[in-house]
C-alpha cells in the first residue's frame, strides 16, 4: 500500500480493537504492567512463563512474521525474570529469553531482530544439562541496541550506550559509549556532559500528545471514505 485509504472511523475501530486485545490477551500475561502500553499487532507477541514486568509508557512492536517474544524458564530450583523500565521501545522480532534475570532499564531502544538470553542452556561437556552457565543480564538506562544485536550471559550494557548493528556482546560494555563487532568492541566514547533528550520526553504530557496524535490522524485520513477503502482492498490499484 502506497497510503493508508482507510477513514477515520474505521482507523478508530481498529485501534480500540487493538486496545481491548491488549487487556484482555496481553497484559493478563504479565506480573505487572504500568499505565501507558502502546502494542502494535498484540497477536504477534509471544509472553511465556511468570515473573515478567512491564512498565510505564512501554512501546512494544511486532508485525507479521516478526513475533516479538518474552519468555521465562522455570528449571524447578529457580524461574527467569524480565524486567522491562519506563519507556523503553522494543522492536518487531526481538526475542528476550531469560534462566535468571534480565533487567532493561528505563528509555532504552531496542531495535528489530535483537535477541538477548543469560543461559548456555547446555554444558560445553554435558549437553544435557545448563550447569552453571548461566549470568544475568543488565541493560543501562538510555542504551540503544541496534537491529540484529545479540547480547550473552552475564553482560552490562552502560547507561547511554549504543550497540551497532549486528553485534555480538560478550562482555561488559561501559557508559556513554559506542560499541560495534563481534565480539562488540568500544569504538568510540561518548561525551557524558551533553544534554541528553531521551524517550521520556515524549510522555511529560501523555494525555495532550493522546490528543494531538488523534488530530493527526484525522487530518492524515480526512479525504479517505469508505468507499474508497473498500475500492483498496478488493481491487487496488497502483494508486493505492
Not at 522480532?93 to 535483537?114: E, F, K, L, P
Not at 551497532?164 to 568510540?188: H, K, L, Y
Not at 515524549?202 to 487530518?219: I, Q
Amino acid at each position: 500500500m502506497r497510503r493508508d485509504r482507510r477513514p477515520y472511523f474505521i482507523r478508530r475501530i481498529r485501534d480500540g480493537y487493538l486496545d481491548f486485545y491488549t487487556k484482555r490477551f496481553l497484559v493478563p500475561a504479565c506480573d505487572a504492567v504500568g499505565p501507558g502500553l502502546s502494542v502494535t499487532s498484540p497477536w504477534d507477541i509471544e509472553v511465556w512463563g511468570g515473573n515478567i514486568s512491564i512498565g510505564s509508557h512501554v512501546h512494544l512492536h511486532a508485525s507479521r512474521g516478526n513475533i516479538l517474544r518474552l519468555s521465562t524458564w522455570d528449571n524447578g530450583e529457580r524461574q527467569g525474570r524480565i524486567t522491562i523500565g519506563d519507556y523503553v521501545l522494543i522492536s518487531p522480532g526481538v526475542q528476550i529469553i531469560s534462566s535468571i534475570h534480565i533487567n532493561i532499564d528505563r528509555n532504552t531502544m531496542i531495535a528489530g531482530g535483537c535477541y538477548m538470553c543469560e543461559s548456555d542452556w547446555h554444558d560445553t561437556y554435558d549437553r544435557t544439562r545448563e550447569l552453571e552457565k548461566y549470568a544475568p543480564i543488565t541493560i543501562g538506562e538510555n542504551a540503544w541496541l541496534g537491529v540484529r544485536v545479540i547480547v550473552g550471559k552475564g553482560v552490562t550494557i552502560g547507561e547511554n550506550s549504543i550497540i551497532g548493528a549486528g553485534s555480538v556482546v560478550t562482555r561488559d560494555i561501559p557508559p556513554n559509549c559506542i560499541a560495534a563487532g563481534n565480539p562488540a568492541r568500544v569504538v568510540r566514547e561518548l561525551d557524558p556532559s551533553r544534554p541528553r533528550r531521551k524517550r521520556e520526553e515524549l510522555f511529560r504530557e501523555p494525555e495532550r500528545m493522546a490528543e494531538e496524535m488523534d488530530r493527526l490522524m484525522r487530518y492524515m485520513l480526512r479525504e479517505n471514505t469508505l468507499g474508497g477503502w473498500l475500492r483498496s482492498v478488493f481491487s487496488p490499484t497502483r494508486e493505492d
